[in-house]
């Protein structure tokens, strides 16, 4: 009984300030998996999520709830953005998926080096990671902004694809660099600030000198990543979407297994 009450009020407030309707009575018509929270909770979680982030950076559970409840207004401007965009409007409107489910990873293996689905498939492979790894969005209350929200989270491998960047804590910093630029969030812009701490001084020297610039940079002039459907983008060249992108190749190479060996010790 209590937790209809509060099911009650949360619907009210919503209705009041964002005019969501009850479509099918499920989750306030919003989505699965969704969790009703006042402001007062969201505070509450994003505190303790990022208090937990910064104590273990790979804690993606927190990460991602810290994101959840502090990304509101970026969200609705990466939405608006995709909503400007044709190709990201699609998105919207389709809501594709990035997941092992939905990938045909024998034709991505069959197609020649420097396609995007070859290369992106060598990420996952190099550096042990899978789609399916990305939690899905559950205090987000707007089932659209939701959907952005998910959609970043599954990209963000692909983002690394297309910058050249491995999993290690290198190219990790450089990434959230660029997806601070990029997007606003500020998820991103925490990790891009603390990430450096977090690297060697040999590790530290390449990054605000070369690959900081560069990712800020490119962040910032770069088409919305949000926008481009990458599923049905498999077969062009790195080259080509970078440059369709407006992304400049990475000034540095790093592989995945060296750095991570450096970084371990």
């Not at 009041?16 to 979680?45: E, F, M």
């Not at 993606?60 to 953005?81: F, N, P, Q, S, Y």
């Not at 694809?161 to 910093?173: A, C, I, Q, R």
Request: hydrophobic share 35%.
């Amino acid at each position: 009984m209590h937790h209809f009450i509060v099911h009650r009020k949360s619907l009210c407030v919503r209705q009041q300030h964002r005019g969501v309707n009850s479509v099918d009575g499920q989750y306030d018509g919003l989505y699965p998996g969704h969790i009703p929270t006042s402001p007062i909770q969201k505070a509450l979680l994003a505190v303790g999520s990022g208090v937990a982030a910064l104590q273990d950076p790979y804690r993606h559970d927190m990460v991602a709830v810290l994101g959840e409840t502090t990304g509101h207004l970026a969200l609705m401007t990466l939405r608006d953005r995709m909503r400007g965009d044709p190709e990201g409007y699609t998105i919207l409107t389709e809501r594709p998926r990035i997941r092992l489910s939905t990938l045909d990873l024998s034709k991505m293996a069959s197609l020649p080096d420097g396609s995007f689905g070859r290369e992106y498939l060598r990420f996952l492979e190099d550096n042990r990671v899978t789609p399916d790894s990305r939690v899905n969005v559950k205090f987000v209350d707007n089932e659209e902004l939701a959907y952005v929200m998910q959609r970043y989270r599954e990209v963000h491998d692909l983002l690394h694809t297309l910058l050249g960047m491995p999993t290690n804590m290198l190219g990790e910093v450089a990434v959230k660099w660029f997806e601070a630029a990029q997007t606003g969030l500020p998820m991103c812009i925490l990790g891009a600030v603390l990430g450096p701490l977090r690297l060697s001084t040999s590790r530290l020297e390449p990054l605000v000198t070369s690959l900081g610039p560069w990712a800020v940079r490119n962040g910032r002039q770069a088409r919305c990543v949000l926008s481009i459907f990458y599923e049905r983008r498999w077969e062009q060249s790195l080259e080509d979407l970078r440059e369709e992108l407006n992304i400049e190749p990475p000034p540095l190479t790093i592989t995945a297994t060296s750095q991570k060996a450096t970084l371990d010790s």
